[in-house]
Each structure stands twice: as C-alpha cells, then as structure tokens.
C-alpha cells in the first residue's frame, strides 16, 4: 500500500517534515574536542522499534538533510532492526522509517528530543501497528463494486486535534467481493470513501464519479470513523452512489511570461479544514490548462505552482471556486514569486577561560527555519504553502537564505546542537519588521523572535543575523517535593531572565519537561542570571517551548515572571558551566512559607 | 538526413516521479469533433447490466482523460462526448476477464458514431490463501505473482504472468478475475519498494518451493473458486550482513592514483527472469591515493560506474563485481581520457507563428551507436543561450537526442540534423579518446504535427481480422526514412504523432485473413503542425475462388 500524502505534487518532500517525523530520541556522544570515527566517516546509526522496545527488521529508513535538494540516503533495517548510513555531510539530517502495517509514533509535545540529528548520532525510531478499516463497497442494487478506490483520510488525530496539512490518507482498491481492507492507520477520526479521482487509477471507471463517503453521502454528511492503532475497525461500509462529478478546467499562467507555464496546479477542499485533502494535476510546458473532474459540489481553493530550476517556487494566490450543479471552465490562475529572506549565520566565540578547548558549533550544523503565524492564517486556505518554504542552513561563509515562503507573517527561529553554544539573537533591519519605524527613530535591527515578520508575495529581504554564540551551560537536578505536595503531571521547569535588560529576550526564556522521576535537564542556556520555577505545560498539542517564544505570547511570559519573581528562586550559570546535582523545592520554599495575610 | 525523435530508450530512462502522480490537462474541446462510441458486453452470450465501460486516451504528453458509460439491463453501453483521440476500451470488471483477441484500442478521428465495440466476458476464477514465514509470521505486501498457461479457442497456447497483487497485514491475498487454466502461485519481495536490500528470501511457489518445476499447478476453470492457497516462505537471515566494497581507481596509461572521482553504484535485479540495472544512491568520491569503499552493500551483483561530470576529463568503463559473504576489498578501476563534444543548438521553423523554446528546459543526450554501450547515456542541460557541453564521451560514434527535463515534453522539437564544420552527421559524431569536439551545431525542428487517417477497402469497412500496417516516410526515393505507425485500431484508424513540417508519404498495408495482401499510397503535406484527416482506400483483389 502507498501511502500519500494529501496534497501531492513537489511539495511532498518537504511536508514529510511534518508529517513522519517520528518519535526519536538522539543520542550523542559527550562534546569532545576530538571528532569520533563515526563523525569522520560521516556516520548516522540508529535501530528501529516498536513501542514495546522489540526491534523491526525490514524497515526502510531515509536519513534526508533539510533544506537541500540532495538525495535522500536510504537504507534498510537488519534482523535486529538495526541500521547505518554512511558518507554524509556535516549538516542535519531527518530520518524517517517505514515498514508496511505499521505506522509512526505520533510526535509528544512532552519529548524534547530532538529531530533533527548530526553525523555521529545514533537514532531510535518508534513504530508501532496501525489500525484496520475494512468493509465493503456495493452499488444501490447491492451488487459488489469491484475495483473501486476506497479512501481514508485522517481529519483529527489520536489527540482529537484537527489533522495539519500533511495529514495522512491511505487507499486500496475493493476485491471482487468488493470489500477492502485499509491498514496501517495511527490513531485518530477518518473519513472513508469510494470514488473519485485517485492516485491507484485502476482503470479510470470511477474517476469521474463524486466520491461517496460511507454510509453513502457526500461529504458533508460522512460518519466519522474512528481508528485506534493496531486495532481493527469493521463494518465501514459504503453504498455507492454512482453520482458523475463536476469539472474544474483552467489554466495556469506566469505573471512574467506570455505562454502558459509548466506548472502544477493543487485542489483543496475548503470542508476538509486543516488536513484538506487535495488532487493534484500537471500542466505542462505550452499546453492550454489543467482540469480536475470527478469533483462533488462544494467549495475548492485552486493554487498554482511552478519549479524552477534555481529551485525557487512560484505559486498563484489561491482562487476560491464554488461547484453546484455543472462544470466550471476558464478559471485563470497566475503565479507570482514567493519571498525570500537571507542574511548570514556569525559565531561569537566565548572569552571565557571555562570554555576554552571545547567544541565548536559548526555553521552548517545550524538550522534556521521561519515559522508561520497559525492564528493569523485563515484555516480554509490551503494549508500546503506553509511547508514550502521548509529549514535551510548556512553554507560555509555562514550566509543563509529562507526561500519560498507564502505571504504572511512569520517568526524566524533557529536551532543549533552544539553542547557549549546557545542562540543569541536573529535580527532583521528594522524597515523589514512588523512595526513601522517612527519617523526620527534609528533604524535599529529588530529582533526576528520576539516580533512577527510580515511578508508579502516577492518580497527579497536581506540582512538577517543570526548570532550564536559560544559560552553556553547547562543544568541537571532534581525537583524535591515538600511532603503534602505532589508535582502535578506535565510539568516543566522554567528559566526566565533576572536581568532587566534580557526581560523581553525571548531567546532567554527556558523550559524543558520535569521528567516521572522528577529530574530536569536543561542545555544550551545563554549565560547569565534567572529566576527558575516549576509550571504546567503550556499547550496539549505543541512543545512548550515553542508556544513560550511565540511573538503573541508576551503576556503567559510576563505571567511566567511575575510567577518566578514572587517564587524567588535564582540561579546564575557562568559562561560553560555545568551545574550538576541542583535541588529545586517544590512547592518554592519562599511561597510555602508565606502566610495568606502577608500575601495581602 | 535523419527525421523525427530519435531514440525512444531516453525517453522511458527519465520518466521519474512525475508517473507517481495523476496527471490530467485538457484542449479545449473542440465541440464539432466530439464522438460516440456504442456496443454490449455479454456473458455467455447474455448481455449483462452495470458494467462500467471506460474509455482513457492514452499517456501522450502525460494527458491522461477518461470517459465512461454503464450497461443497461440488456448489456448496451453508449458513452458521448469523446473528442478525437487515441484511447483504450474495456469494461472495468475485474472479476471478469475478457475472451481472447479483443481489440481494445481505438482512434477517433472526426465526429463519429462508433457502434458494435462488443465485449464478450466470462466469470474470472479467484485463488485466495495466506503467505507465512517458517516462523508462522505473515508476511505483509509480499509481491504475489502468478503465471498461467492456457489454451484457448483457437487452439493456441500462450502463458502469462502477472504480478500486481500483494498480501495485506494478515499475510492473506486474493486474486480475482483469473482466465481458465493451469496457475502456478509464487511469492517474492517487490526489489523496487525496497532499496534492493530486503528481500530476505528467495521467490517461493505454492506451497514452499523455491524451484517452479515442482510448483503445485491449480487449474482454474470459468468462476472456480480456490482457498487456503497458503505459502511457507523460508527466510534467509544471512542475508541482511552487509559488507564493505573498497577498491583503487588509477589512469589507464601511467597507473597514477586518480583523486576527487565520483563513483556510484548499479545493482543487477535478476526477478523472474527479468533483468535490469537498478541505480544505487551510494555515492563515493576516490581519496588523493585513488581509494574508494562503499559501506554496508548487501550481497547481490554491483557495478561501479564513474559519475559522468561536466567537469570530468576522464571515463571509465562499469566494472562489474559481486558480493557474497565477505568484504570486496582489491576493485581497480582503469580511466581513459573521456572525449567531449560542445556547441549549439539551433531552432529551425519552417512555421508561421513557432511556439517560443526554453531552452534551459531541454537537455541532449548522447549515447554510443555500436549499441552495446552498456546502458550508458551522457547528458548535458542546453544553456538559456543554446549551448551546451556533453562530457565522459566514449570513443567511438556517438549519437545525439533530445529530451526534456525530469522526462517532460521537448516542447515538440526534435533534431533534425547535426553539423559538424558544416557537414551533417550521420550515424553519429566520431569522437577520439581526449578529443574535445567544438562548434558543433545542432538543429531542431517542430515535431508537434499528427496526421490522422482510416484505411477502407473500395467496398467499406475493413473485412473483420485484417491485418493492418501504416508506414510512412519523407521521401519515397529513400526507403529507409520509412517507418510504421505505432498505432493502427481494428477499424483501420491511424494516427503518426510528433512529425516535423513536411512532405510524406503514406503507404497502407492490408493483410486478409487468407493472406491476400492489399496497398495503398497518399502523399500529405504536414505545414504548421496540421494536416487534414486523409482516407486511404485499398482495393482488395479477388481471392483464390472468387469469380469476378
């Protein structure tokens, strides 16, 4: 069975970003000065396994560096489900693995882990066995259909979180009894239907049907299926309806050129929310449009795209297209560029006697990403864009470029894996951020984090800076619970800078998850003074972190501040140190203490 | 003078991912032209009810359109609106099969009423069972291939084998629609899905044999029905050792180390008897001693191929090599200095409004005419300006062609003719070992013209199972520029795509039953890629015992 993702076309690969990046854990050897030979031959091993530890053979796993054009290395699991990719770079890598029936663990907001590994690491990949939608398709008669595609399409996962773009369908055709079996499925809500355009395209006998959704409706009135992994859920049978879908015919055009482009043009259904299902079609090079059929009444978005080979991407403004009832001809759809940041990746070296002899991060070990602003986005538009414009890292002089990125407003991040180094700051000129200079105000560089960045279509914004810096510590120690207190469940340990002049850093704002046997672990902190508490998660679906340095989250950090500046717990790390053994009260001893009277 | 695309085998290398995808694109459809197509499917003689018919043109330039109508109670299907195209017929039934010797293609040309495409269909016979490992485990999207040998109702025997089946997550897999006669059922892993390093075990018959001669033959007769077809699959756990290939590479003439070499390996898949060179993604760049080593290679047969670059000056021969149970460690690989051929490619149109070229968007290909090369073929993109450079020649003549980038469209050119100093080559471009050829210029013309045609006899329609063949050639003073039509239906319709504005000649080629042999010939004239739809009328000369 294929699996596809639901939006096809050459945006695919950089949707698998976000799609099957499974629940890894890295390990890596202790930063030493001297390179290992793994590091030396350019080295990722790894072993995959399921979720009860027992190790998969068979498996075939992609190690893939981000942002590059560059073929995946693939390779395969042995008996013991271990594997090893050998010749590669120093940049990061993602790795993904497949085996038939099984499928991903989904991402835990909670595992800080990272995804995103270096040559010398070793990586775990957990899957476990998907779940099973069977029934049988039969016509109004009753009669078998025989060689029809049977869908299903993930609308929420299995934490009842409505499925990112990205999400997941699986098909299979029906047999000669007319049942089929649909496997390998994680947990979530899927809907199931028969018909319509579709990727096996057996032999076309059902392509220009509307697809009928079990029991036997459109999709508006599809049951809701729900699938638990390596369970089996039967009965999900479909009526089919026989119904001819509409056509959408169009065509695709440069905003620059007068013939029309090779392009690839992608359908979205406005109902199927975040996940949208979509159908992809070819135009090539001179010809005179693209068509979609089999289409059921509804809304559709119609988005236009073209490669180019300096691998750039441009993309028409999605056009909103109502069917009811008939065919729907000359829809026009112009591409336009995307925009493009770039700028340059600088180190600063820590002057600090404690660091001197350790390891340097390495420039292409650096990874920066711009991520889009969700709350501002409309979520019937089509979703696909925002994986376009995937990670990139630096090239040996350090300048770095974010290409292809849809209009709208992003914060730029980036992450670097080097034990002694943290991130220190991303700027952009200030003209290019969200808040407009006032008149008479120096055009001072604005910080990239802290502050969204509004882009439009063909925007080229240059002089961005990323600094990271060397000199970082870290922090390991235990969460000691006075006697009638219990640590409530999710919860992380905050760092928040003490310094009033870091109070708005983002960069200086920390968190990691207190782990079931209450140790906490933080990395790559800025050096400097913070106040440290115990909190809540901040989010069920994303890693706190990320939700902590949203640029729209000023207030939950000056709710965190307050919090830790009554808690008064402090803690100051030096420029590479190692604090180790560190004992944090829980409740804070000060707080405890305290008398409701004196609160007041 | 060489007309038309000149080699095929290019195109069908650099289909890559764009097939993975379904692809649709639509002409305005020309509302005069469009075609009905009538007939009834039959099952033992009895027309039988909702059976879908589909029409799909065939995959010319990725287009892919489909049309379909369902049999009403009396097994009478009628589909409209078709406009003219290339297009394959059938019922969509898969748990039928069809008779023998249907004609499923079909061209229509002009506004047509297409009637009697009849089916005649028997109920298919099923063969279900699971597939296990010695160690009771199901094995999941395991390639099922089966192969039948039949006898049909004319007595001839044939056998076939068919391999797009595959075991769900139980193991469990079920084929459908099967013609009567003798199967034999085998299981294997699909060596494409799996980086050519997973299969785990030899291809196993029914029920656990690995050699086909002792496979259980299951007769299958009209509708029959076999279960518990189960196969024991013995897997092999040696086979996921993997091992180390180092080897040298050194100039052929002095023995000197040769550095900073991009090699690449081939595996040999040898299935079913089927085999084919599959291009491994282990890349290796020779050290300052010539060294190179390839990790963690499962056993299998290999090749190691030098990367052909632009900025390469030397080539080296595939040096073959296998791995069985230990490290390859003693590969040498001998350069020789690679020739290259540069130039210009130049855009003739004999058009009155030429569609514009994007250069950038189409490569050159070469390849050795001695036609053993070895599968192996340079390619060199063309420059927004026209010029391009192919290097890693082979000495020898070597041919050029052209083709578009990621397998899509050359835009309807093709190479009319190559020129070296002024002086077209035919046969290729000689190149010696170390030669750089320069000012090479390469023509291309509009190709984008289709002649479209029907062959009648003076008294009608074609007599039924006549055979047909079109040719057609530039010039009928030379014999060799002739070629056949690829496709010619059972009704006589033809169509000859992807030709160049000019002068041709059409010679129809009719063969009766009884071997009566029957031609006729029309000259046509391509100009701006349209030619009007031409008849050809063979007149059939009496047969042996016909009186006039």
């Known amino acids: 069975m294929k699996l596809v993702y639901s939006l096809l076309g050459l945006a695919v690969s950089v949707l698998a970003l976000t799609t099957s990046v499974v629940t890894a854990q890295g390990t890596r050897p202790d930063e030493l000065e001297e390179s290992t030979a793994a590091v030396k031959k350019g080295v990722i091993t790894g072993r995959v396994i399921n979720e009860s530890g027992q190790p998969l053979p068979d498996a075939q796993v992609t190690v893939r560096a981000y942002g590059s054009g560059e073929y995946p290395h693939n390779t395969s699991t042995d008996r013991d489900g271990n594997f090893r990719v050998s010749g590669l770079r120093p940049v990061l890598y993602y790795a993904t693995a497949s085996l038939p029936a099984y499928a991903a663990a989904p991402r835990d907001p909670d595992n800080t882990q990272a995804t995103s590994y270096r040559i010398g690491d070793t990586i775990t990949l957990v899957m476990f066995k998907g779940g099973v939608i069977t029934g049988s398709v039969k016509s109004i008669t009753g009669e078998p259909v025989v060689g029809v595609q049977v869908r299903a399409q993930m609308i929420r996962d299995g934490s009842g979180q409505r499925s990112r773009y990205g999400a997941t369908t699986r098909e299979r055709l029906t047999d000669d009894r007319g049942i089929y079996r649909i496997y390998g499925l994680p947990t979530g809500t899927y809907l199931v239907f028969a018909?319509?355009?579709?990727?096996?395209?057996?032999?076309?006998?059902?392509?220009?049907?509307?697809?009928?959704?079990?029991?036997?409706?459109?999709?508006?009135?599809?049951?809701?299926?729900?699938?638990?992994?390596?369970?089996?859920?039967?009965?999900?049978?479909?009526?089919?309806?026989?119904?001819?879908?509409?056509?959408?015919?169009?065509?695709?055009?440069?905003?620059?050129?007068?013939?029309?482009?090779?392009?690839?043009?992608?359908?979205?259904?406005?109902?199927?929310?975040?996940?949208?299902?979509?159908?992809?079609?070819?135009?090539?090079?001179?010809?005179?449009?693209?068509?979609?059929?089999?289409?059921?009444?509804?809304?559709?978005?119609?988005?236009?795209?073209?490669?180019?080979?300096?691998?750039?991407?441009?993309?028409?403004?999605?056009?909103?297209?109502?069917?009811?009832?008939?065919?729907?001809?000359?829809?026009?759809?112009?591409?336009?560029?995307?925009?493009?940041?770039?700028?340059?990746?600088?180190?600063?070296?820590?002057?600090?006697?404690?660091?001197?002899?350790?390891?340097?991060?390495?420039?292409?070990?650096?990874?920066?990403?711009?991520?889009?602003?969700?709350?501002?986005?409309?979520?019937?538009?089509?979703?696909?864009?925002?994986?376009?414009?995937?990670?990139?890292?630096?090239?040996?002089?350090?300048?770095?470029?974010?290409?292809?990125?849809?209009?709208?407003?992003?914060?730029?991040?980036?992450?670097?894996?080097?034990?002694?180094?943290?991130?220190?700051?991303?700027?952009?000129?200030?003209?290019?951020?969200?808040?407009?200079?006032?008149?008479?105000?120096?055009?001072?560089?604005?910080?990239?984090?802290?502050?969204?960045?509004?882009?439009?279509?063909?925007?080229?914004?240059?002089?961005?800076?990323?600094?990271?810096?060397?000199?970082?510590?870290?922090?390991?120690?235990?969460?000691?619970?006075?006697?009638?207190?219990?640590?409530?469940?999710?919860?992380?340990?905050?760092?928040?800078?003490?310094?009033?002049?870091?109070?708005?850093?983002?960069?200086?704002?920390?968190?990691?998850?207190?782990?079931?046997?209450?140790?906490?672990?933080?990395?790559?902190?800025?050096?400097?003074?913070?106040?440290?508490?115990?909190?809540?998660?901040?989010?069920?679906?994303?890693?706190?972190?990320?939700?902590?340095?949203?640029?729209?989250?000023?207030?939950?950090?000056?709710?965190?501040?307050?919090?830790?500046?009554?808690?008064?717990?402090?803690?100051?790390?030096?420029?590479?140190?190692?604090?180790?053994?560190?004992?944090?009260?829980f409740p804070p001893v000060e707080t405890a203490n305290r008398s409701p009277q004196r609160e007041k | 003078m060489k007309p038309f695309s000149h080699h095929s085998i290019v195109w069908s290398v650099l289909i890559v991912c764009v097939s993975c995808v379904s692809m649709q694109s639509q002409t305005k459809v020309d509302r005069e032209s469009l075609n009905t197509v009538s007939g009834k499917v039959t099952v033992k003689g009895k027309g039988v009810s909702g059976i879908v018919v589909s029409i799909r043109s065939t995959k010319v330039d990725h287009r892919i359109q489909s049309f379909s109508g369902r049999t009403d109670q009396d097994g009478n299907y009628r589909i409209g609106n078709v406009p003219r195209g290339t297009y394959q017929i059938a019922p969509s039934s898969p748990e039928f099969s069809l008779t023998e010797s249907q004609q499923r293609l079909l061209i229509l040309t002009a506004s047509e009423n297409v009637e009697a495409i009849d089916f005649a269909l028997v109920r298919g016979g099923v063969i279900t069972g699971k597939v296990t490992s010695s160690g009771n485990q199901p094995l999941i999207e395991a390639s099922i291939s089966y192969t039948v040998e039949r006898i049909d109702e004319a007595g001839?025997?044939?056998?076939?084998?068919?391999?797009?089946?595959?075991?769900?997550?139980?193991?469990?897999?079920?084929?459908?629609?099967?013609?009567?006669?003798?199967?034999?059922?085998?299981?294997?892993?699909?060596?494409?899905?799996?980086?050519?390093?997973?299969?785990?075990?030899?291809?196993?018959?029914?029920?656990?044999?690995?050699?086909?001669?002792?496979?259980?033959?299951?007769?299958?007769?009209?509708?029959?029905?076999?279960?518990?077809?189960?196969?024991?699959?013995?897997?092999?756990?040696?086979?996921?050792?993997?091992?180390?290939?180092?080897?040298?590479?050194?100039?052929?003439?002095?023995?000197?180390?040769?550095?900073?070499?991009?090699?690449?390996?081939e595996q040999l898949i040898d299935q079913y008897g089927t085999r084919y060179l599959d291009y491994l993604d282990v890349p290796s760049t020779s050290d300052r001693e010539g060294e190179f080593s390839f990790e963690d290679i499962a056993p299998g047969q290999y090749g190691v191929i030098v990367e052909p670059s632009p900025s390469s000056a030397v080539r080296a021969e595939r040096l073959p090599f296998v791995v069985t149970d230990q490290d390859v460690t003693d590969l040498v690989i001998k350069t020789v200095r690679a020739a290259s051929v540069s130039g210009v490619v130049i855009v003739e149109s004999t058009m009155n409004k030429a569609p514009p070229v994007q250069f950038s968007r189409l490569s050159l290909y070469s390849y050795p005419t001695d036609g053993n090369s070895g599968g192996i073929i340079t390619g060199a993109r063309i420059n927004a300006d026209g010029s391009f450079q192919l290097s890693g020649l082979k000495e020898g003549f070597n041919d050029l062609s052209l083709g578009g980038k990621f397998g899509r469209p050359t835009q309807g050119l093709s190479i009319s003719r190559i020129e070296r100093d002024g002086v077209v080559q035919n046969g290729g471009i000689e190149v010696k070992d170390g030669e750089n050829i320069t000012g090479v210029r390469v023509f291309l013309k509009f190709s984008n013209g289709t002649i479209r045609g029907v062959v009648k006899t003076t008294s009608g329609d074609l007599p039924r199972n006549a055979q047909v063949a079109v040719w057609f050639g530039e010039s009928p003073a030379d014999p060799r520029s002739f070629r056949a039509s690829p496709v010619v239906d059972a009704r006589g319709h033809f169509i000859i795509q992807g030709v160049p504005d000019g002068t041709y000649e059409i010679i129809a080629n009719v063969k009766l039953v009884d071997s009566r042999i029957a031609v006729a010939k029309q000259q046509v004239i391509v100009a701006d890629g349209n030619v009007p739809d031409i008849t050809l009328i063979v007149e059939i000369p009496p047969g042996p015992g016909v009186k006039q």
Not at chain 1, 257 to 265: G, R, Y
Not at chain 1, 392 to 399: A, K, M, R, T
Not at chain 1, 539 to 567: F, G, I, S, Y
């Open chain 2, 156 to 265: 001839i025997q044939s056998s076939r084998t068919d391999s797009r089946y595959q075991t769900d997550d139980r193991g469990i897999y079920r084929l459908f629609g099967l013609v009567p006669g003798k199967y034999k059922v085998s299981v294997s892993r699909d060596v494409r899905n799996a980086f050519g390093q997973t299969a785990r075990f030899t291809p196993t018959y029914y029920p656990a044999t690995t050699d086909p001669s002792k496979a259980s033959i299951i007769e299958i007769t009209e509708g029959s029905e076999f279960t518990g077809i189960d196969i024991k699959v013995e897997l092999n756990d040696n086979s996921s050792e993997k091992f180390t290939v180092k080897g040298r590479i050194i100039d052929g003439v002095n023995g000197q180390p040769v550095p900073n070499i991009r090699l690449r390996l």
């Open chain 1, 195 to 585: 018909g319509g355009p579709g990727y096996l395209g057996a032999n076309g006998a059902y392509e220009n049907d509307a697809p009928t959704y079990s029991p036997s409706s459109l999709r508006g009135n599809a049951a809701e299926i729900s699938v638990r992994a390596g369970e089996e859920t039967r009965d999900v049978d479909i009526r089919y309806r026989s119904e001819v879908g509409h056509t959408i015919r169009g065509t695709a055009a440069a905003h620059n050129a007068s013939n029309t482009p090779e392009a690839w043009v992608i359908l979205t259904s406005t109902l199927d929310g975040g996940s949208q299902l979509g159908d992809s079609v070819y135009q090539p090079l001179g010809f005179e449009g693209f068509s979609f059929s089999g289409l059921a009444d509804g809304s559709y978005d119609l988005t236009a795209e073209s490669f180019h080979a300096n691998g750039e991407i441009m993309i028409s403004e999605p056009k909103r297209v109502n069917v009811r009832g008939t065919d729907i001809s000359d829809v026009e759809l112009i591409t336009k560029p995307l925009a493009n940041i770039s700028g340059r990746v600088v180190l600063e070296e820590s002057k600090a006697a404690e660091c001197k002899g350790k390891k340097r991060t390495l420039l292409t070990e650096i990874l920066v990403s711009a991520w889009h602003n969700e709350k501002e986005a409309a979520q019937d538009q089509p979703q696909f864009v925002w994986g376009l414009g995937g990670p990139s890292f630096p090239n040996l002089q350090g300048d770095v470029a974010l290409r292809n990125l849809a209009a709208g407003q992003y914060q730029i991040i980036a992450r670097q894996f080097a034990k002694y180094w943290y991130l220190d700051s991303i700027t952009l000129p200030a003209a290019a951020a969200t808040r407009p200079t006032k008149p008479g105000e120096p055009n001072r560089p604005q910080d990239a984090v802290s502050n969204w960045t509004n882009l439009k279509a063909g925007d080229r914004l240059s002089g961005l800076i990323v600094k990271v810096a060397g000199g970082a510590a870290s922090l390991r120690g235990q969460i000691t619970t006075a006697e009638d207190a219990t640590l409530p469940g999710r919860s992380y340990v905050y760092l928040v800078p003490a310094e009033r002049e870091k109070s708005q850093d983002v960069l200086r704002f920390l968190s990691a998850p207190v782990s079931p046997d209450k140790t906490i672990a933080l990395h790559n902190i800025p050096p400097g003074r913070y106040f440290i508490i115990v909190q809540p998660a901040l989010d069920e679906v994303r890693p706190t972190l990320t939700k902590l340095r949203l640029p729209n989250e000023t207030e939950t950090r000056a709710r965190l501040r307050r919090e830790a500046e009554a808690a008064k717990t402090e803690i100051e790390f030096k420029p590479c140190q190692n604090v180790t053994d560190y004992q944090l009260p």
